[in-house]
């Protein structure tokens, strides 16, 4: 099987303490929750698991996704109905809070045929092979940001202390950065420092790409630019960049570096003329 749909509702959710379980997977990336099933499934350890909140006054949505860890067990009858029955163990990996699931109208946008799920009232349903890859790009689309683990403080604070910088999926993919870099090159487009020319081939890699247009204004269907959506950013300007919300422009981080008394200049380097020669063939542009 490659992947079930388990639904639960508005009162399930209250039951569950799932305020608590969002938290934990944001402290430290799973939560680990046994499921009951209406009857034996098929599911087996590495199947990926979509939580759909169903019914109620919170709306329907995808909220949730994780991994099937055990076979199938039973529990056998010993006293109140909810603690006997068809289980399997999930580690959930990411959870969204109640009121930012996906909505109705971008799931069907996403599975114009329907839903795999349907109407069907089971707590568990599988999900038809054709249908997975449009799950994963509507999860990867509209699940949640991302905590870019490179900005996160070290030390020994409380975690209420610790301020998370949140990136969204666009700005960690690897080949949109990749070809974001082979044409902007790697120096930062608000204040022009460059990892590569201060700590050499090393520092190339430190070099942050920030995304134009915050990933919540963006439908499903969007296709990405690397080119024309992704810029890089030094660490420094992209933590500024994600301390608003919606982020600041790269306009705004200029602004500010420029009343610091900070003015990049516009000297183009060779390394930068030779990446955006290596861009042109990456994209199938042809030799310059």
Not at 113 to 139: D, Y
Not at 142 to 156: K, N, R, S, Y
Not at 238 to 264: I, K
Not at 269 to 277: F, G, I, M, N, P
Request: glycine share 10%; hydrophobic share 40%; proline share 8%.
């Amino acid at each position: 099987m490659a992947a079930v749909i388990l639904a639960v509702d508005a009162d399930d959710l209250h039951r569950r303490d799932y305020r608590a379980a969002v938290e934990q997977v944001m402290e430290s990336g799973r939560f680990v929750d046994r499921w009951k099933l209406d009857s034996r499934p098929e599911a087996v350890p590495g199947t990926d698991a979509w939580l759909l909140l169903r019914g109620g006054g919170q709306g329907n949505g995808l909220i949730g996704h994780g991994l099937v860890e055990s076979e199938p067990y039973q529990v056998p009858a010993a006293g109140h109905a909810a603690d006997t029955g068809w289980f399997i163990t999930v580690v959930f990996d990411s959870l969204l809070p109640v009121g930012e699931q996906t909505g109705p109208e971008i799931i069907e946008c996403a599975f114009p045929g329907g839903f795999p799920a349907g109407e069907s009232a089971q707590s568990l349903v599988e999900v038809p092979p054709e249908s997975e890859p449009a799950l994963h790009r509507l999860w990867r689309g509209q699940g949640p940001a991302m905590t870019d683990p490179d900005e996160i403080p070290g030390g020994t604070f409380h975690p209420s202390a610790v301020r998370h910088v949140q990136v969204n999926r666009y700005e960690r993919d690897p080949d949109a950065r990749r070809l974001c870099l082979a044409f902007h090159g790697t120096s930062c487009a608000a204040c022009g420092f460059s990892f590569e020319a201060t700590y050499g081939v090393a520092g190339a890699a430190m070099v942050a790409v920030h995304h134009l247009v915050p990933a919540e204004m963006l439908g499903n269907s969007y296709q990405l630019d690397p080119v024309a959506d992704l810029v890089p950013l030094c660490r420094n300007c992209h933590v500024v960049a994600h301390s608003e919300n919606p982020p600041r422009t790269v306009a705004e981080l200029r602004t500010m570096a420029s009343a610091g008394g900070n003015v990049a200049g516009d000297v183009v380097s060779t390394a930068q003329l030779q990446a955006q020669a290596d861009a042109r063939r990456i994209l199938g542009g042809g030799p310059t």
